[in-house]
């Protein structure tokens, strides 16, 4: 890395480009080869990942002076996670508005307690950030939960009008089958908890030890960021269970 680049973890060249091109190139050939049935939606994310990254770093720069701006920003960070994991859940359109509810238990009591307690500041720069870790994990727990607990509770219907014919009250009965699928959406972010510092070194860590704060300040960010997100993801999946159990989620078709 050169030293007029040396404060940045990714080397800006001509190349840059290029790179990226072939790396999502690659990316889709090899789950098309490998018959993994992503090959193009991973060259779609990838170009859509180029779009919206562009779009929200020049848009970032202006919301973050506005409180009302922030607000908006947050909202539609919120809306989009919603209806990404009603999607994963169902299947189709339908859905997004029951997702939205874990996702917003999960999210929003985990930042009332780091905004309240003062240990991150209440302004644009800060907030975005953080909401964003928070809902993204609340959006990945949220899809991954639901998900396969609806599919569990199609699978193992016969258990669940057993389980009724025993005299198990609806939501008790579908409780028994989906809890313990669900449950292990929890499993990513509990690795990646045990292991930070091990095996990862993750990019709260990475960029605030690069913005020039010392390896403890870093770590204690990233300390911060691990133990909140598990908090709110553990929160989401909960509420995801219990609306799964409710018959509040139904599969349109197969996602």
Same mark, same amino acid.
């Given at each position: 890395?050169?030293?007029?680049?040396?404060?940045?973890?990714?080397?800006?060249?001509?190349?840059?480009?290029?790179?990226?091109?072939?790396?999502?190139?690659?990316?889709?050939?090899?789950?098309?080869?490998?018959?993994?049935?992503?090959?193009?939606?991973?060259?779609?994310?990838?170009?859509?990942?180029?779009?919206?990254?562009?779009?929200?770093?020049?848009?970032?720069?202006?919301?973050?002076?506005?409180?009302?701006? /922030? @607000? %908006?920003? +947050? !909202?539609?960070?919120?809306?989009? &996670?919603?209806?990404? =994991? *009603? $999607? #994963?859940?169902?299947?189709?359109?339908?859905?997004?508005?029951?997702?939205?509810?874990?996702?917003?238990?999960?999210?929003?009591?985990?930042?009332?307690?780091?905004?309240?307690?003062?240990?991150?500041?209440?302004?644009?720069?800060?907030?975005?950030? /953080? @909401? %964003?870790? +928070? !809902?993204?994990?609340?959006?990945? &727990?949220?899809?991954? =939960? *639901? $998900? #396969?607990?609806?599919?569990?509770?199609?699978?193992?219907?016969?258990?669940?009008?057993?389980?009724?014919?025993?005299?198990?009250?609806?939501?008790?009965?579908?409780?028994?089958?989906?809890?313990?699928?669900?449950?292990?959406?929890?499993?990513?972010?509990?690795?990646?908890?045990?292991?930070?510092?091990?095996?990862?070194?993750?990019?709260?860590?990475?960029?605030?030890?690069?913005?020039?704060?010392?390896?403890?300040?870093?770590?204690?960010?990233?300390?911060?960021?691990?133990?909140?997100?598990?908090?709110?993801?553990?929160?989401?999946?909960?509420?995801?269970?219990?609306?799964?159990?409710?018959?509040?989620?139904?599969?349109?078709?197969?996602?």
């Amino acid at each position: 890395m050169s030293a007029s680049s040396s404060s940045s973890l990714i080397s800006i060249t001509p190349l840059l480009p290029a790179v990226v091109l072939v790396l999502t190139a690659a990316g889709g050939l090899v789950a098309w080869l490998g018959r993994l049935g992503h090959g193009r939606a991973v060259v779609g994310a990838c170009l859509r990942a180029v779009l919206q990254l562009g779009v929200v770093s020049v848009v970032i720069a202006w919301v973050v002076t506005y409180g009302a701006a /922030v @607000a %908006g920003f +947050l !909202l539609v960070m919120y809306g989009v &996670a919603a209806y990404t =994991a *009603g $999607r #994963r859940i169902t299947g189709g359109r339908t859905g997004w508005w029951w997702s939205g509810i874990p996702i917003a238990a999960g999210t929003v009591p985990v930042l009332a307690v780091l905004t309240g307690s003062g240990v991150i500041a209440v302004t644009g720069i800060v907030i975005i950030p /953080v @909401a %964003g870790i +928070l !809902l993204g994990g609340c959006l990945t &727990a949220t899809a991954l =939960a *639901g $998900r #396969r607990a609806v599919e569990e509770l199609a699978q193992r219907r016969g258990e669940v009008e057993a389980a009724l014919a025993l005299g198990f009250p609806p939501r008790e009965a579908a409780m028994e089958i989906c809890r313990p699928a669900a449950a292990g959406a929890l499993v990513p972010a509990l690795d990646q908890t045990r292991t930070v510092g091990l095996v990862t070194l993750p990019g709260a860590f990475v960029g605030v030890l690069l913005g020039g704060a010392s390896p403890i300040e870093a770590g204690v960010v990233q300390l911060v960021v691990l133990v909140a997100l598990l908090a709110a993801e553990a929160i989401a999946i909960v509420a995801t269970v219990e609306l799964v159990a409710r018959g509040r989620f139904t599969a349109e078709r197969p996602a």
